[in-house]
T-cell receptor
C-alpha cells in the first residue's frame, strides 16, 4: 500500500526566502506525481505534474523534482511571497494511470511580510 | 472556461440519513474522481468514473456509492450517515484520468 509523507508539517519563513518542501513515497512504481496547494476552506489547485519518466518540472517561481528510485520529490519555491501562504500537498498517481491519487498530509506554509 | 462545480457547498444532516452530492466537471473532461478530506486522515480516494463506468474504488464501505451520467456529471451518495462521515468531499475532473486534476471547492458535510 502506497504511503506518502511530507516534511515538514509546518513551515514559517520571512518574505523573500527560498524554500524546499519534501515529499517521500514508499512504492516507486508510480505513474506520476502532482503538487497541489490548498487555501483554507477551498479546493485544491494543481501546481505541477511530473510524469514518472521526468526528473523535474518548472512553472514560474516553482520547481518540482522527482527521484523515483529513491521515492522522493521536492518542491522548490523561489523568492517566497505572502500570497504563497497555503497548505502544499504532494500526491502520487498509481500505476493504473488513472486519477487515483495517494496524498500526503501536507505542509502548511506561512510567509510573513 | 468554467471550473469544476460542486453543489451544495454546505450540508448538515443527522445520523442515519442519506445524502447526495453533485459534481459538474470541466467541459470536455470525461474522468471524475471523488475524495474525502478530514483533519485526521487527510485526503482519501473514494472512486473514479470514466464514461459512466466506475474504474477504480477506494477502501470505503458500501454505504458510499456514486454514478456518472452521459454528460459526465457525477453524483455520490452516502447512506445511513455516521458521525465519522463529517468531512469535506472534493470532486476532481480530468480529460482521461491520468493528466492534471482540477478540483472543485468541495461540499462540507456535517453529520450531527
Amino acid at each position: 500500500k502506497q504511503e506518502v509523507t511530507q516534511i515538514p508539517a509546518a513551515l514559517s519563513v520571512p518574505e523573500g526566502e527560498n524554500l524546499v518542501l519534501n515529499c517521500s513515497f514508499t512504492d516507486s512504481a508510480i505513474y506520476n506525481l502532482q503538487w497541489f496547494r490548498q487555501d483554507p476552506g477551498k479546493g485544491l489547485t494543481s501546481l505541477l505534474l511530473i510524469q514518472s519518466s521526468q526528473r523535474e518540472q518548472t512553472s514560474g517561481r516553482l520547481n518540482a523534482s522527482l527521484d523515483k528510485s529513491s521515492g522522493r520529490s521536492t518542491l522548490y519555491i523561489a523568492a517566497s511571497q505572502p500570497g504563497d501562504s497555503a497548505t502544499y500537498l504532494c500526491a502520487v498517481g498509481g500505476n493504473s494511470g488513472y486519477s487515483t491519487l495517494t496524498f500526503g498530509k501536507g505542509t502548511m506554509l506561512l510567509v510573513s511580510p | 472556461k468554467a471550473g469544476v462545480t460542486q453543489t451544495p457547498r454546505y450540508l448538515i444532516k443527522t445520523r442515519g440519513q442519506q445524502v447526495t452530492l453533485s459534481c459538474s466537471p470541466i467541459s470536455g473532461h470525461r474522468s471524475v474522481s471523488w475524495y474525502q478530506q478530514t483533519p485526521g486522515q487527510g485526503l482519501q480516494f473514494l472512486f473514479e468514473y470514466f464514461s459512466e463506468t466506475q474504474r477504480n474504488k477506494g477502501n470505503f464501505p458500501g454505504r458510499f456509492s456514486g454514478r456518472q451520467f452521459s454528460n459526465s456529471r457525477s453524483e455520490m451518495n452516502v447512506s445511513t450517515l455516521e458521525l465519522g462521515d463529517s468531512a469535506l468531499y472534493l470532486c476532481a475532473s480530468s480529460l482521461q484520468g491520468h493528466e492534471k486534476l482540477f478540483f472543485g471547492s468541495g461540499t462540507q458535510l456535517s453529520v450531527l
